[in-house]
Nanobody, 117 residues
C-alpha cells in the first residue's frame, strides 16, 4: 500500500519560513502529479502547489512568489519551501499524489503549520 509521510510542520512568526517534506517510501516515480493542499479550521481543503513528473510547478495565487515546490525522484520526496509566511497560511498541510494509469490517488496524514502575528 502506498503511503505518504509528511514532516516539517510547526509554529513560526509572521515573515518566517518553514520547509515541509513528503516522503513516499515506495517511491514517487509512478506519480504523474505530486501536490500540497491545506485546510484551515472550518474551511474547505484548498490547493497550494503541484509539480508534474517533468518538474512543471504550479502555484495558487495566494502563495505564488513565496512558496516553492520541488520533487526529488531519487530521494522519493516532494518538498514545499514556505517563505514570508502569513497568519492566513496557518492550516493543516496535506501531501497529495496522483497516478493516472492505473488510477491512484493518495493523501498524506497532514502536518500542522501555525503562523503567529
Amino acid at each position: 500500500q502506498v503511503r505518504l509521510v509528511e514532516s516539517g510542520g510547526g509554529s513560526v512568526q509572521a515573515g518566517g519560513s518553514l520547509r515541509l517534506s513528503c516522503e513516499a517510501p515506495e517511491g514517487i516515480l509512478s506519480f504523474n502529479v505530486m501536490a500540497w493542499y491545506r485546510q484551515a479550521p472550518g474551511k474547505q481543503r484548498d490547493y497550494v502547489a503541484s509539480i508534474s513528473a517533468y518538474g512543471d510547478a504550479r502555484y495558487a495565487l495566494s502563495v505564488k512568489g513565496r512558496f516553492t515546490i520541488t520533487r526529488d525522484n531519487a530521494e522519493k520526496t516532494v518538498s514545499l519551501e514556505m517563505n514570508s509566511l502569513k497568519p492566513e497560511d496557518s492550516a493543516v498541510y496535506y501531501c497529495y499524489a496522483e497516478r493516472r494509469s492505473p488510477r491512484l490517488v493518495v493523501w498524506g496524514q497532514g502536518t500542522q503549520v501555525t503562523v503567529s502575528s
